[in-house]
Nanobody, 117 residues
């Protein structure tokens, strides 16, 4: 059974940091590209960050570049999102996504991040 389980969300003050984790099971994690997306209330889901299968290739949305870092540990079947210098605009539900060309992609259930004083 395929599962992507996000964790690490919560309430943080502006300027603070959080580290999200996404634990994968039920598929060959190391063969999948991994992405983080987020969805704020009343807005469409938007891309946040991407990491290739071996972790050497990453990309970020302009809104988080320089503040967020995506990484993965294929031995632990886990992808991470380190979020620094958080802003109220970063408030959203964060989702991880597993992508492999030619097969359906997988989504987690999401973890809430709230940035507020």
């Amino acid at each position: 059974q395929v599962q992507l389980a996000e964790s690490g969300g919560g309430l943080v003050q502006p300027g603070g940091s959080l580290r999200l984790s996404c634990a994968a099971s039920g598929f060959t994690f190391r063969s999948y590209h991994m992405r983080w997306y987020r969805q704020a209330p009343g807005k469409e889901r938007e891309f946040v960050a991407y990491i290739g299968t071996i972790g050497s290739l990453t990309s970020y949305s302009d809104s988080v570049k320089g503040r967020f870092t995506i990484s993965r540990d294929n031995a632990k079947n886990t992808v991470y999102l380190q979020m620094n210098s958080l802003k109220p605009d970063d408030t959203a539900v964060y989702y991880c996504n597993a992508l492999r060309v030619g097969v359906p992609e997988y989504w987690g259930q999401g973890t809430q991040v709230t940035v507020s004083s």
